[in-house]
């Protein structure tokens, strides 16, 4: 408390400066401390406003939970939250403002946990157990930062609130190069499960595994993944992972190749085979339906474990993802290089803009648009009636392994170049690579299955030839 004389309301102290403008106008205003807006002994939301009825009279309450300043409006309209605008108790028409300062203490930190579910946006942050509830209480708390190290933002449960997810002013502190790790946890649906039967990939087969313990059938568990809702399935020492792709019936389900990418470090996408008597669990995983990141500096952003619904980065950096899921909307990124490892792309439509590596990914249903270079080197992409479109790029595309696609499987244009090491599937009633006006080469590629007669569409510059060949009868396909 500093300047004059302090008095009593509400339980806390107030301190009156007593003081005049050098223009000899009233006080300058009450200061006050509080436990918290919503909670402690002391709180913002029943803090007693009505003897500040003088409009002349500035007054600012600190609130010690969220480490901010609030300020008194007597005419504000504002939306009231949880947060950031306070009805003022006792004072008809007025609203406790929240000033956002930045704080060093909120800035220094580089852990937080977020619980759409469970968490509280008065609670430290710090830990699963102090958890915050909000993406925008961790953008209020660290408001103005200028990172040095990477911070690590891990959610916990449930989805974050539509609109939750802007990251804008995340920024790398100059002459720093930092990442923003967005951690999901997966979380297990039903009960451990046992594999009674694994058949792994095999010329255009699929990847199946069977547990006869089941009850009724993948589906009827909800483990199987739509375009919109996908399942990750993992062992339950979590280090081989993949994702569920149809339910085949005789409690059999049909997977993306098991891999080993880790759910919190590194991007390696090697084989890892589930194996008959091995425990498996199926998850869910926590989603943002709107992901935004407008960071100055060498940003990086990473996703683990994460669903995305659209987002857009703009940080001038690198995207990398494992294990993450891409949903409703298409993403723009606008950095130099980016990766995405053993993900699940859903929804409808999406587009990569840039360099993009793109590692053992599942696509179910979606129609993948990439601009400029696509990099996939000795990997394969598992398509459950997707697509993919190479727009003026050039790259190794790997193997595909095309399963009940009903549209062209690949399609390169305006230009495009690209590679493809080999062709595989089962049920699909489309074409299986369409070039346009550009180049799709490689070596003897691997059996294709196809009830087009004719699997390819041919518009091509000069030199580009793909034969005619109708792959029903186990032919190769050679460029």
């Known amino acids: 408390m500093v300047g004059g004389s302090g008095m009593g309301i509400g339980g806390v102290q107030l301190a009156d400066g007593g003081q005049s403008s050098s223009s000899g106008a009233g006080p300058l205003g009450f200061f006050a401390s509080l436990d918290g807006v919503a909670t402690g002994v002391t709180r913002l939301n029943s803090f007693d406003a009505s003897t500040f009825i003088d409009p002349a009279t500035e ?137 009674t039967g694994v ?80 425990s498996y669990e199926v998850c869910s995983i926590p989603s943002i339906p709107t992901l935004a990141v407008n960071g100055a500096g060498s940003l990086t952003v990473q996703l683990r474990c994460l669903g995305i619904g659209d987002g857009q980065i ?22 130099t290089t980016r990766g995405l490892f053993a993900c699940f792309v859903g929804g409808t439509s999406q587009s990569f803009f840039g360099i993009t590596t793109l590692r053992k990914c599942a696509v179910m249903g979606a129609a993948i648009t990439i601009i400029e270079n696509a990099n996939m080197p000795s990997t394969e992409w598992y398509l459950q009636g997707g697509s993919i479109v190479v727009n003026g790029g050039r790259g190794n595309l790997g193997t595909f392994h095309a399963w009940d696609c009903t549209a062209v499987v690949l399609t390169c244009r305006y230009g495009g170049s690209v590679e493809i090491q080999g062709l595989v599937g089962l049920g699909n009633t489309g074409k299986l690579l369409s ?21 390819f569409v041919l518009n091509t510059l000069a030199g580009a030839t793909l034969p005619v060949v109708d792959q029903t009868a186990g032919g190769a396909i050679y460029s």
Do not use: C
């Open 199 to 278: 058949t792994v990939i095999a010329g255009n087969g699929r990847y199946l595994v069977t547990d006869t313990g089941i009850p009724v059938s993948w589906s009827a568990n909800t483990w199987v993944s739509t375009a919109a809702v996908p399942r990750m399935i993992r062992n339950v020492a979590k280090t081989k992972h993949a994702w569920v792709l149809t339910d085949q019936g005789g409690k059999t389900a049909s997977l993306s190749q098991p891999v080993d990418t880790s759910e919190t470090a590194g991007f390696s996408t090697n084989n890892s085979d589930f194996t008959i008597g091995e």
């Open 314 to 335: 703009s940080s001038g950096g690198t995207l990398l993802a494992a294990l993450a899921a891409f949903g409703t909307e298409a993403w723009t990124v606008e950095g």
């Open 59 to 195: 007054v600012v309450v600190w609130v010690e939970t969220v480490q901010d300043f609030y300020r008194l409006d007597r005419s504000s309209v504002l939306p009231v939250d949880a947060t950031n605008v306070v009805a003022a108790f006792g004072l008809a028409g007025a609203q406790w403002l929240r000033m956002h300062v930045q704080n060093p203490t909120w800035q220094a930190r580089l852990a937080w946990f977020i619980d759409p579910t469970s968490g509280n946006d008065e609670a430290d942050g710090g830990t699963s157990g102090t958890a915050l509830k909000s993406v925008r209480e961790y953008r209020n708390r660290v408001v103005g930062v200028q990172y040095v190290g990477s911070p690590t933002i891990t959610f916990i449960t449930g989805s974050v609130v539509l609109d939750d997810g802007n990251f804008t002013g995340i920024n790398a502190a100059p002459g720093f190069s930092v990442a923003i790790i967005l951690q999901g946890t997966p979380v297990p649906i039903g009960a451990v499960g046992t594999f």
């Open 435 to 455: 070039a346009n006006r550009a180049v799709i080469y490689g070596g003897a590629l691997a059996t294709a299955v196809t009830s087009d007669v004719t699997p």
